[in-house]
């Protein structure tokens, strides 16, 4: 079977796991966890890790710390994993859904603009924070973003949990808006085994949020709490397994980029697919999952199809991610599109790349032969009509 994005062992996992435990450190603090995180500042070069428990909790925590309140308006990226705006519902507040871009397939900054200016024409005020995502490694346009989030003065938190090792204009992304998330689940660029960080500012936010990540508990003899807390905190353990992974992280994001390479020259030839790629030099994806685009005009087949054809030929792929605004739980939200009187029936630009999009196996464990079957398997899948 050839998997979608398995974790990929660095070879001083167990060492380090052991160290751990003969330390006795397992709780969610400890040498480990301080470890992984000046780790991650070195390779980012820019802003301060806190490690969390989850990608999910990074995107909650940049919530708080933007200041989101219950009743609050939150805009996110209708094209993305639920974890990007769930959290915004766990602090009371509204997400307002926007579409995406062709070029990028992420958060469209004219559409951005449009809708702050509508938020404030309709309530009175001012979304209360911008979720903008990477999407599979993607780079969103940041230039633009960032100008628009500052000039509204509204925080942006980056969803980066996807593109550890994504670069925009030679910045990291995580690096770029007010806080970013990371996820080290067991699919993303290096795991440990669950886990995630944000990135802050200033070692004051960070500090703040590791305040928040261990129950909001005031430095006093006993248990005082003035604000609300979360336990949130990366287990030393896993800090141990992130801090192996660390190390062959560069060589795990160049890999994902050869693969995307190699995808790219060998799915060139076949007529009706394209192969996502960076729209300009500006944009340096770590193509966390290589994604393609099916004309169904052209190859007969839908991705769909494709997907259960590659299935029973012992490959793993998968649709991309439904957008939100197609969800039973967030159809009712606001949502902005500039596609709304297309000639398809679709919601917009995520729904017309849902209907086309498919994820290919892109994990750095695969081999360059690994990549060859799963072309030739794509290409039975298509002349088989
Ligand atoms: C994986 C992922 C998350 C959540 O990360 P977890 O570590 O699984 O909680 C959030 N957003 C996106 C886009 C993701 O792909």
């Known amino acids: 079977m050839i998997k979608l994005s398995l974790p990929h062992l660095a070879g001083k996992e167990k060492e380090y796991v052991n160290q751990a435990i003969e330390s006795t450190w397992i709780v969610p603090l400890g040498p480990f966890v301080d470890e992984f995180e000046h780790r991650l500042d070195s390779y980012l070069g820019e802003g301060r890790a806190v490690a969390l428990s989850a990608g999910t909790a990074a995107i909650h925590l940049g919530l708080v710390m933007a200041g989101v309140k219950t009743g609050d308006e939150v805009i996110c990226q209708s094209l993305t994993f639920s974890a990007s705006c769930n959290p915004i519902v766990y602090l009371g507040g509204k997400p307002v859904f926007i579409d995406s871009e062709k070029d990028t397939w992420n958060l469209d900054p004219e559409l951005l603009e449009h809708a702050i200016e509508d938020r404030l024409r309709i309530t009175g005020n001012l979304p209360a924070a911008i979720v903008a995502v990477h999407l599979y490694g993607m780079p969103a ?8 989030a500052s000039r509204y003065g509204i925080p942006l938190v980056e969803d980066a949990a996807e593109a550890l090792g994504s670069e925009y204009n030679g910045r990291k992304c995580g690096t770029l808006g007010n806080f970013g998330a990371l996820s080290f689940n067991g699919n993303k660029i290096i795991t440990t085994s669950g886990g995630g960080a944000l990135i802050c500012r200033t070692e004051e936010e960070a500090d703040r949020v590791r305040f928040l990540a261990t129950q909001a508990r005031e430095n006093r003899p006993y248990y005082y709490h003035k604000e609300l807390g979360y336990n949130y905190r990366l287990s030393n353990i896993s800090a141990a397994i992130g801090c192996a992974q660390i190390e062959e ?11 995307h390479a190699i995808y790219r020259q060998l799915l060139s030839q076949i007529d009706g697919v394209t192969v996502h790629d960076n729209p300009s030099p500006e944009f340096n994806s770590n193509f966390w999952l290589s994604t393609i685009l099916i004309d169904k005009a052209k190859t007969g087949k839908t991705p769909d199809e494709i997907r259960q054809s590659l299935l029973s030929q012992g490959i793993e792929t998968r649709l991309l991610w439904r957008p939100m605004n197609m969800q ?3 159809q009712n ?11 398809t029936g679709e ?6 790349l849902f209907d086309r999009g498919l994820c290919l196996p892109s994990g750095s464990s695969l081999t360059d032969n690994d990549i060859s079957v799963v072309v030739d398997s794509l290409k039975n899948a298509i002349s088989m009509k």
């Open 347 to 352: 919601t917009g630009i995520g729904e017309w």
């Open 249 to 259: 992280l560069q060589t795990r994001v160049e890999r994902r980029r050869q693969i």
């Open 141 to 148: 346009k940041m230039d633009r973003i960032t100008e628009i």
């Open 328 to 330: 039973p739980i967030y």
């Open 333 to 343: 939200c606001p949502y902005y599109t500039s596609m709304a009187d297309n000639q």
